[in-house]
């Protein structure tokens, strides 16, 4: 899937786990960056993802993830 | 505004809601949990921030959503922050320093309090949590009773926290402490740790008893985040309903549940002593040491549960373990023990230093300084006060003692600025305590991630080692006669 169609629908899980309207992602965003991205949030943004993209993140994955921009690369490759 | 919680905070609350989780109410089960004590109902947070917020005249709470971010726990000094934009919403914020511990978004519209004719006897379908395992998750389950708080312990809990109910109604109050219930006792029940709630009120006036329906919408296996739809319903129909999220601890995976069988006898004639010996790690070696033929005193200080079960997996083993309880930070208590250990065994070879206090996320800031304070005291004391005094004996028979430590010395976790340094204290009181004891062999442990009760959370318990795996690594270091004195790493 491409990133432009990814950023938007990720935009929105951001907005609605950390219930800010005005919240973008971009690649280099991680958790410092946002206000309340604690573990709860980090496992809610996952499992957002997961359902909204209909893919499967395995635990290497999710360790593995240093910023919103490696989110997007990981989205991307498992997606159509 | 300060809000501190405490024991009678509880007991309204379970009195009220109906909800009587153990997480809540029970010291013994809640030292099992990653929490390592009893945490404060997620709901009871929001309720003790209400009289804060200013209510807008002829206006009532319609919509609600709280993230609760982490469990808030007993006799600490949580900051409410209010945010009134405007006349329509307030956002809430719980804080303990810097970090946000629970965050709330009511939204208001015109409309007028109701006050409901709660029965004199509270109603719910359970007085125990439900335990579900993960397998009952698959058929999506669906669970549906009657509800209602008792008039009395209703209206004491809203007293005790000062919420007026000609302001607010009843209608939130009912519906959070219902999702609380539900939560905690139906779905899924014992091992919530409950994280968030949407809620959107339809109708203020309310029939009590009422019927709840709280419905799987998902369940991850990696996280255990359940999410479900909860509705509430009277003989009108359906007044309020929302979404639920909770995190569903596994069972419990680093009790001593696994099969430890007799081993050739490489540790026969060792006398060890282990402080903390009930569970996780120290449990995990003195049950390594027993499987050898070595024969353990095991020391505990509250998990008697615990050391029972140690003590009974102990008993098909060829060596011999006795635990005792007592406080080992304690100079006194260990000096007592030293000369039943002297009596007894004659001898010390091997002393293990495993306990230290759960451990909490703090920061260096002004509002954890006294918690971080007491943190290295008290941990420092676990170890200072055990070498202090049988130091002696582990000397005269030329044996080891080992420390155990971390690898969070090295890279230090934000949050464990308490932890790093008791660890990094530890350190320094063993090393130094090695040069004036030239004929025993130090070791310090500096671990890893390691599954215990305290590190069971989704996050921690990825890639983490068992407690057993590493007892029996470690142990190989203290076997047979010191080869060298001094101080030596593992990890």
Redesign the interface.
């Known amino acids: 899937m491409d990133r432009n169609v990814i950023k938007p629908r990720l935009d929105a899980i951001f907005q609605d786990i950390f ?1 800010d309207p005005l919240l973008e992602v971009s690649d280099r965003m991680m958790a410092a960056d946002v ?2 991205w ?7 943004l ?2 957002a993802v ?2 909204e993209f209909k893919i499967r993140l395995t ?1 290497a994955e ?2 593995g993830l240093n910023n919103v921009g490696d989110l997007m690369v990981l989205i991307s490759k498992k997606t159509p | 505004v300060i809000v501190r919680f405490l024991e009678e905070h509880l007991r309204c609350f379970s009195a009220a809601s109906l909800d009587f989780n153990p997480a809540h109410l029970s010291e013994s089960y809640a030292r099992r949990t990653s929490s390592g004590q009893r945490v404060v109902y997620g709901m009871l947070g929001l309720l003790a921030c209400l009289r804060e917020i200013q209510l807008p005249a002829h206006q009532i709470p319609f919509e609600l ?1 709280i ?4 469990p808030l726990v007993l006799d600490v000094d949580y900051a409410i922050s209010i945010e009134q934009g405007d006349s329509s919403s307030a956002k809430v914020m719980l804080r303990d320093g810097s970090a ?1 511990m629970m ?1 709330a ?1 009511l939204e208001f519209h015109r409309g007028v309090p109701f006050h409901a004719n709660l029965p004199a006897t509270g109603v719910a379908p359970r007085r125990v949590s439900r335990t579900l395992e993960a397998s009952e998750f698959e058929p999506m389950p669906v669970f549906n009773g009657v509800y209602s708080p008792a008039r009395l312990a209703y209206q004491k809990l809203l007293t005790l926290l000062r919420i007026d109910r000609n302001v607010w109604g009843d209608a939130l109050p009912l519906a959070a402490l219902c999702s609380s219930y539900v939560t905690g006792m139906e779905l899924p029940g014992e091992r919530a740790t409950y ?2 709630l949407r809620l959107r009120i339809l109708r203020q006036a309310v029939d009590v008893p009422f019927s709840f329906r709280i419905a799987l919408d ?1 369940y ?1 296996t ?2 255990g ?1 359940v ?1 479900s739809q909860f509705a509430l319903r009277d003989a009108t129909g359906i007044w309020a309903e929302g979404e639920i ?1 909770a ?1 569903a601890r596994p069972p419990r995976c680093s009790g001593i549940t696994a099969q430890i069988e007799a081993g050739s006898g490489r540790f026969a004639g060792i006398v060890a002593l282990i402080i903390g010996a009930s569970r996780g790690l120290g449990a995990a070696m003195a049950l390594e040491l027993v499987a050898e033929g070595g024969t353990v005193v095991g020391v505990y200080a509250q998990s008697q549960e615990d050391a029972d079960e140690v003590l009974a997996t102990s008993n098909r083993l060829p060596g011999r373990l006795v635990m005792e309880r007592g406080d080992a930070s304690d100079l006194d208590w260990c000096i007592a023990l030293k000369s039943r250990v002297r009596a007894e065994f004659g001898r010390l070879d091997l002393l293990v230093c495993s306990a230290a206090p759960a451990i909490q996320p703090l920061r260096v800031e002004e509002a954890y300084y006294g918690r971080i304070q007491a943190y290295i005291a008290k941990g420092l004391a676990l170890v200072a006060a055990p070498l202090s005094s049988f130091l002696e004996l582990v000397s005269a028979s030329g044996g080891s003692v080992m420390v155990i430590s971390s690898s969070a010395v090295e890279e230090p976790p934000a949050v464990w600025p308490h932890y790093v340094a008791l660890k990094a204290a530890v350190e320094g009181f063993v090393r130094t305590a090695a040069v004036g004891n030239p004929k025993v062999t130090f070791w310090i442990a500096r671990l890893g991630r390691m599954l215990t009760d305290l590190s069971d ?3 921690g318990r ?2 983490a080692e068992t407690p057993q795996s590493v007892a029996r690594r470690i142990l190989e270091h203290a076997r047979g006669q010191a080869v060298s004195t001094g101080v030596r790493f593992c990890s």
Do not use: A
């Open positions: 219930d206000e309340g604690d573990s709860i949030s980090h496992i809610n996952i499992v997961e359902k635990t999710v360790r | 959503r993230d609760l971010k982490t946000t965050r978004r994280s968030g998902s991850n990696q996280f985040l999410q999220s995190i959370t989704p996050m990825l890639d």
